[in-house]
């Protein structure tokens, strides 16, 4: 998020953005992810960087499915604190390109993350001369990759969100 953006957010917004949405996603993708490394590599006596079960595999599906998985989960919430009243709507953030709809964000944030992340990693993966790694070298790597990706993207969900979302109606007066 561009410093522009932040200067017309109130402090509620700005908490909610990078602390709930960054800081919180870091974590709990470093960990989500590291954890499912472990489960489907720990008995793999290396993972190669092509083929079946790899690190190319893996980065590819990490980078579709973490955004879209984590659009579907951040969405609702963060329109709910917004029609609840208990976050202030954001300025219009969404507008144009960003699906209304929340399925069709998934899949288009999905897609967008999926051709900027996955070849700039695996071409980095090339240019270092990464043939494969061992089963806990590549737990490391999903995890700090899904941590990073989920701590880049998350905020930027939640902005278009909040910024979307129809504030909280006032209860109508029934005249007496």
Not at 28 to 39: D, E, H, K, R, S
Not at 40 to 63: E, K, M, Q
Not at 89 to 113: E, F, K, S, T
Not at 127 to 132: F, N, S
Request: hydrophobic content about 55%.
């Amino acid at each position: 998020m561009s410093a522009g953006i932040l200067d017309y957010l109130t402090p509620e917004q700005r908490r909610f953005l990078l602390l709930d949405n960054g800081i919180g996603p870091f974590f709990a993708n470093l960990v989500i992810n590291g954890t499912i490394a472990w489960l489907l590599f720990r008995n793999a006596a290396r993972v190669p960087l092509w083929g079946h079960s790899s690190i190319a595999g893996d980065t590819i599906a990490t980078s579709f499915l973490l955004p879209a998985i984590t659009c579907l989960i951040v969405t609702p919430i963060a329109r709910g604190r917004v029609r609840s009243g208990r976050l202030p709507a954001a300025i219009d953030a969404a507008r144009g390109w960003i699906p209304r709809n929340m399925c069709w964000r998934a899949v288009l944030i999905g897609l967008v993350c999926l051709l900027a992340l996955a070849p700039l990693t695996i071409s980095i993966l090339v240019a270092l001369g990464i043939g494969r790694l061992t089963p806990w070298q590549f737990v490391y790597f999903k995890a700090t990759f899904a941590a990073v990706e989920g701590g880049l993207v998350t905020p930027f969900l939640a902005l278009w969100a909040i910024a979307e979302a129809p504030t909280a109606m006032a209860p109508a007066t029934q005249p007496v």
